[in-house]
């Protein structure tokens, strides 16, 4: 094919509109027909492709869930040059024996059969939407081919690309002039400078990727291509943590927690490995599964808990809200009471009662109790929640306490100590001892009072009989007792 020749370039850079466009053929054109001299004499223009409507395709009478076909291209872009050549392939389940294709164009069947299907001489009127469909699989998803007429055109390997895998660009040059110097665009800041390479590949998208992407190169003047729009789909979303059980949670019950997301793109090399935690521990890391149980709730269970779903190569993280857990008590811990009022004497009985309350009445909850003195055992797990000591003796004096378990043993609590002082009975001696001891006391006590009386009594007397001796002025007292 002759080359056509480009016309006077402005030395400026600046990007040149065409003055006239050549009429789009209506019909699959060869190359040399739209080569012909003076065929280019103008320069390209802007885009130029036109859209036809979508339309569904028949997909056949599949009653099973069978795979869908994939179109590869060949050159791998999307959008090309007019009177560029492009080929459509067709990989898809066939019967055996049968390599027919059936292919559609804007939703219209083609009479094309066969698993490859090419353009020879891209025109306008090429530009549309393409699938195809072979004997044992779905309709394929649908490939939008875009026919352009510029100076300068960033062609890309798709429009939409899930997360996770490549995607390439190329800044190609009309009628395939080697551009110079090619800077690549990202929403208009520049990402990559390439002085004689025209492809750029991102092996692994994500999110970051999305945007508008153009491109620019030097051939006698600088000149940047249109924009095109790339979309990265997420492979999954951010999952969400859930709870098979109502809040808030009932001590002893299992809870199942489920990490939940979907994979918008399903490829069978695609695998999610899930990890859960609470707080800054670690419960399961990366294992297929998507669930994860508490055997049976605890106090010390409730906490922020989180889920993260990754891909196999640990690429793509991605990480749940926080879900808080609340564990609500079966019941508290329990009250050793005794039945006899302290100190206990020595032969009484003595009931002791070990009390506490289900908070949540559950028919199949059960309660089961045990009593201790010291590091003795009294009475092991039964339903009872008494105790009785028939005869109290000054041995059973001690430290107390009682033990609440439910009957699979995963809840247990344990009442404080109670103390029990029994006191010994006294003998019938000992008792007339206090008894004389006490009357001898009384009588010494009366005894000494009587005395007392007694002495008071007499010193009123001399006190009485001093006062009334005479006493001369001229000599010197004198005073007389009887003491």
Known sequence: MRRSSLPALSTKGARRQPTERPEAPRVHTSRSELSRPGRLSEPPGGRAF????????????????????????????????????VTFWCEGPRLPGDSSTQWFVNGTAIGILTPSYSIAAASFSDTGEYRCQTGLSMASDPVQLEIHKDWV????????????????????????????????????????????????????????HNGIYHCSGQLKARFTSAGVSITIKELFPAPVLKASSSFPLVEGNPVNLSCETKLLSQSPE????????????????????????????????????????????????????ELKLQVRELFPAPVLKASSSFPIVEGNPVNLRCETKLLSQSPEVQLYFSFYVGNETLMNRTTSSEYQILTAKREDSGLYRCEAITEDGTIIRQSPELELQVRGLQSPAHIWFHVVFSLATGIIFLVNNVFCVIIHK?????????SEIPMDSGQGKKVTSYL
């Open 50 to 85: 036109a859209r036809r409507p979508h339309v569904g395709v028949p997909v056949g009478g599949q009653t099973a869930d069978p795979p869908k076909a994939v179109i590869t291209l060949q050159p791998p872009w999307v959008n090309v040059f007019q009177m560029e050549t």
């Open 153 to 208: 055109l960033l062609q890309v390997s798709s429009r939409v690309v899930t997360e996770g895998k490549p995607l390439t660009l190329r800044c190609h040059g009309w009628d395939n002039n080697q551009l110079s110097n090619m800077l690549f665009y990202q929403n208009n800041k520049i990402f990559k400078f390439s002085p004689w390479d025209s492809e750029v590949t991102i092996l692994r998208t994500n999110m970051s």
């Open 270 to 321: 695609v695998q999610l490995y899930f990890s859960f935690y609470v707080g800054n521990e670690t419960l399961m890391n990366r294992t297929p599964s998507s669930k994860y149980q508490i055997l049976t709730a605890k106090r010390e269970d409730p906490g922020l808990y989180r889920c993260e779903a990754i891909t196999e190569d640990g690429t793509i993280i991605r990480q749940s809200p």
């Open 458 to 466: 007499e010193l009123q007397k001399q006190k009485k009989l001093n």
